[in-house]
């Protein structure tokens, strides 16, 4: 799951020394330098599977959107209609299309007011996706501004709200303790979304980066414990979210990437870049589809590996091993007609595996 | 850093050790650095009893929850026996791995070989590298 770029100097988050502090084990991630973990990553994806914990994703890209016509823009930006968002703060996720349907990246969007959106896009992605965003933002006259003054922390688990809320002034709590399931609200410099990728309720805080420190240290001393890229990753595949640069690409539909329910079909008249492909796609079938496999022999699926169905050959996306369920599971692009089993070959093997839809555990526990 | 590996123990580049049960057989497992390296492991695919290893053969996988790592047999010989309670309690590998974490004994071909592996500060100098 860790991607080099190039030989540049990773970049580092204002929390860089907390992690030191925490004993994290820093690696490269997209130019990067993030704690993958901080001892043992089964640990830490329990810990937000049961309580709470939080993860440094400032470097993610948080752009605002400013201007009269930036819904319309949106509305030829993304494959998801942002018009669906009547209510302020409501999050909107979406893939962000090239003219052949491929997906440029996925993103979360926020309607703050009228004339302003936030979108976050991937820390991977961020040079191609503001080149295009701006591309398109002109005719719109869109302007755009990247947050870098913004921190990100996410706060993950089935008690991360309580121990939020535990140090926060009583005016906030209230505020916050009325937010639904994928909304946003700005209080003061903050950005509290009900948000997140690990299928565990919590919130993705913005925080401004001189007082991220602070803020972390808050949640460190109300039980929160740190949790690194490892435990990330095997909590949104145990979620079934996909991983942009892993699950999909810009060579890859989102019909094929099991991200069909982000595209707004309805209103027809609606033009969105990558619309004439996918409507072409759709008409023909998709020939893939993105699936969930859970391993029935032992071994541990990983990325890559060949999947055999009857239907002919795919290949899995990002596999891992499940804390939870305590086997092994993957996301997998396989014949569309293919269902119920199949075979991945390990080192010369066909092990048997189950198909399943790509979501394994929500809230804690098992949805096999 | 102080020297966290036994000092009764032999060690290759791989980062095996191999204990002399002085019988002509060892028994092989991986290192406290190694399990560090590789994480929470959930699955060992161990070798055959009765299989005949060379020296830096594959003879098996660690899968943690990082990666699949290869393991070599540290010197020629014949598998005679191997640790089931990994397939059950793999973590074993993490919590000890020079003791209850072991993964196989094989019986040795020529026990003169122990003397080209690494003994222990050989080892530590080896991993600082």
Redesign the interface.
């Known amino acids: 799951m860790t991607k080099s770029s190039q030989s540049v100097k990773p970049q580092r988050t204002p929390l860089y020394n907390k992690h030191l502090d925490a004993n994290g084990k820093m690696v490269d991630f997209a130019g990067w330098e993030m704690p ?2 901080y001892g ?3 640990q830490e994806h329990k810990q937000v599977r049961t309580d709470a914990g939080m993860f440094d994703v400032s470097h993610m890209v948080v752009l605002d959107l400013n201007g009269d016509k930036t819904k319309a823009f949106l509305r030829y930006l993304l494959a998801n209609d942002v018009a669906k968002l009547k209510e302020n703060g409501k999050a909107l996720y979406s893939g962000m299309l090239n003219h052949d349907g491929g997906v440029i990246d996925d993103l979360i969007v926020y309607f703050i007011a009228e004339d302003f959106y936030r979108v976050v896009v991937n820390a991977a992605t961020r040079e191609k996706d503001l080149k295009w965003i701006s591309q398109h933002a002109d005719t719109y006259e869109v302007t755009i501004k990247e947050r870098s003054d913004l921190s990100m922390i996410a706060v993950q688990g089935p008690n991360s709200r309580e121990k939020v809320h535990s140090f926060l002034h009583a005016e906030t709590e209230q505020k916050l303790s009325n937010l639904d399931v994928f909304f946003g609200l700005e209080i003061d410099d903050y950005f509290y979304a009900r948000t997140g990728y690990t299928g565990e309720d919590g919130y993705e805080i913005m925080i401004p980066n001189e007082k991220v420190s602070e803020y972390w240290d808050k949640l460190i001393s109300s039980g929160v414990k740190p949790i690194g890229l ?1 435990a990330r990753d ?1 909590l949104r595949l145990e979620a079934g979210m996909n991983l942009y640069g892993t699950d999909m690409d810009e060579s890859v539909s989102p019909l094929a990437a099991a991200m069909a329910w982000t595209i707004a079909w309805e209103p027809d008249d609606r033009d969105f870049i990558g619309r004439k492909a996918l409507e072409i796609e759709k008409e023909k079938g998709p020939q893939f589809k993105l699936v969930g496999l859970i391993l029935e022999d ?3 699926l ?1 990325g890559h590996q060949k999947v055999i169905t009857e239907h002919g050959e795919g290949e899995i996306t990002s596999g ?2 499940s ?1 939870t369920l305590g086997q ?1 599971i993957a996301l997998a692009r396989i014949p569309a007609a293919a269902k119920d089993k199949c075979h991945v070959e390990i ?1 010369g093997k066909h092990l048997a595996a189950k198909i399943v839809k790509p979501q394994f555990v929500r809230n804690g526990k098992s949805v096999i | 850093m102080s020297n966290e590996n036994p000092n009764d123990l032999k060690y290759t580049k791989t980062h095996e050790w191999v204990r002399d049960n002085g019988d002509s057989t060892v028994t092989v497992g991986i290192t406290e650095h190694a399990q560090e390296l590789l ?2 492991v ?2 060992v ?1 161990l070798p055959e009893v009765e299989a005949s290893l060379s020296a830096e053969e594959n003879c098996g ?1 660690i ?1 943690s ?4 790592s290869d393991m070599y047999a540290p010197l020629d010989g014949e598998v005679t026996e191997v640790n089931e309670e990994l ?1 059950s309690e793999p973590e074993l590998i ?1 919590t000890a791995p020079f003791g209850e974490g072991w993964i196989f004994t094989m019986k040795l071909t020529s026990e003169d070989a122990l003397t080209e592996l690494m003994d222990a500060d050989e080892y530590e100098a080896f991993c600082q590298e």
């Open positions: 993958i973990n043992s990553q089964v490892g095997t032992k071994g541990v990983r891992s091993f804390p092994s080192r | 994480g929470d959930v699955y695919e996988v899968e929850v990082k990666a699949a397939d993490n």
